[in-house]
């Protein structure tokens, strides 16, 4: 079994997310063009570093995973680390497992400047992937792979931990600017896809996601955090539908020039904030 890391300028915690990965019969690090000094602990800890320039979210996980020579790969972000009780349960994975199996899901434990947040767990994600098998659907951002059919999808029991020791500050998590740069491509893949703005999307959408993470998944519990992290979900909902309204009023008119739509997938480099819909 190979783990990919598909990173950029992830200094801060590849190495963590390099020594988790040892378990693996091969570790493959793609680079999309770092200039700090993650190309060195790659190169370090690695059984293989690759630099290829920034595809896209979906397409650059791909690239990674035909990179690697198993078939069954775990695709892991440079924040990430495995937990021992996820090491523990893919060791303990046999052929017939496997071979039920497209795709398995495992929970990620988010972290928010040093702290769990309890309103985002269990954060599903589609990380251990037959590479021939799966399916991989074009998103915008925060990408995903599917099974060949339902019943070929598996869940296991252990989780990654996401940003555990990251130094990540307060403008990697509520930067509006940052938020901008990532919403538009989902708003505009949201509009390729039939959807549409309506005021009711402005009026309760966020309301509804505050609700969710402050009092559904209990955020409440954790003070003031767990009010950060509601607000942080009321906000989002409430910008990637301006952004949605924002991008319907252009198709009304037309684009200006060839830099006004935003093609999903085409961000500079890889977020690494969780996605919370």
């Known amino acids: 079994m190979s783990v990919v890391i598909c990173c950029a300028n992830a200094a801060d915690t590849l190495e963590r997310a390099c020594r988790s990965a040892k378990w693996a019969d091969e570790l493959v690090v793609v680079d999309s063009g770092s200039n700090d000094a993650t190309g060195q ?48 349960q893919l060791r303990g994975l046999t052929d017939a497992d496997l071979d039920r ?38 998103e915008a951002l925060h990408e995903t792979r599917l099974p060949s059919h339902p019943s070929r999808q598996g869940r296991l029991n252990g989780w990654i931990e996401h940003k555990e020791h990251s130094q990540a500050g307060f403008n990697d998590y509520f930067s509006g600017r940052r938020l901008d740069e990532r919403l ?50 009321a906000v989002s909902t409430q910008l990637k539908y301006a952004a949605l309204w924002a991008v319907q009023q252009q198709s009304c008119v037309g684009p200006t020039s060839d830099t006004d739509r935003v093609a999903p997938g085409q961000a500079a480099q890889p977020s690494t904030e969780p996605s919370k819909k």
């Open 41 to 88: 602990i790659a190169q370090d800890l690695a059984d293989r570093y690759v630099q290829e320039p920034w595809r896209g979210y979906t397409q650059q996980k791909k690239f990674g995973a035909q990179q690697c020579s198993h078939d069954w790969v775990f695709v892991l972000d440079g924040d990430e680390a495995f937990s021992p009780q996820l090491v523990e």
């Open 184 to 233: 538009i491509m989902v708003a505009q893949q949201m509009h390729d896809r039939g959807k549409r703005c309506k005021w009711t999307d402005l009026v309760f959408r966020p309301w509804l996601a505050f609700l969710k993470f402050y009092v559904v998944k209990r955020g409440f519990l954790e003070g003031v955090f767990g009010l950060l992290m509601a607000q942080k979900a």
């Open 101 to 138: 199996r497209d795709v398995f899901m495992v929970r990620r434990r988010n972290y928010v400047m040093g702290r769990a947040v309890r309103a985002w767990w269990p954060d599903w994600q589609s990380r251990l992937i037959h590479r021939g098998r799966c399916i991989w659907p074009e």
